[in-house]
């Protein structure tokens, strides 16, 4: 119980920090980006995580739930893994601090196993993938209404 209380409170304070993130980018409300003056926490990006995440456990089963995440964890590490070959092509000359392990194999292969699994869950489990994209889709007129704010204070 104590190891999984510890990884369960990385898991809060990680996750946390990416609302704050795009706050501080402007991408989401400006109070996600404020740390608390005393112990350097985003306390409003805690909460807003705290709120969504008990909105979703009274929506559905465990299974239920751990399906459409996996499902939507699936889809960003597949969008993560083909940019690394789209940055490859846009910036050939960029510094790359870091090498990808096996340049192109190795990240072709997981590509590929990701939108194996991203259809596989389709046929098994359709409504629960479906319910996944829906949790996905449901950030992107946020994503666009902050972007496009972003881009006004620009001008």
């Known amino acids: 119980m104590i190891s999984a209380a510890g990884g369960l409170n990385g898991v809060i304070l990680a996750t946390a920090r990416i609302p704050f993130t795009m706050s ?22 805690i909460g807003a995580l705290s709120v969504w995440s008990s909105l979703l456990a009274l929506s559905g089963s465990f299974d239920q739930l751990t399906d459409m995440s996996v499902f939507a964890y699936w889809v960003f590490y597949a969008l993560a893994t083909s940019a690394v070959f789209v940055l490859r092509r846009r910036l050939p000359d960029a510094p790359r601090p870091y090498r990808t392990f096996g340049y192109p194999v190795v990240p072709a292969l997981f590509l590929i196993t990701a939108v194996w699994l991203l259809f596989n869950s389709l046929q098994t489990s359709p409504v629960e993938a479906a319910m996944g994209l829906l949790l996905i889709s449901l950030g992107l007129p946020v994503f666009f209404f902050y972007r496009g704010r972003r881009e006004l204070v620009r001008i």
Request: hydrophobic content about 35%; aromatic content about 4%.
């Open 24 to 45: 501080r980018d402007g991408l989401l409300a400006e109070k996600l980006g404020k740390l608390n003056e005393t112990s350097n926490v985003p306390v409003w990006s």
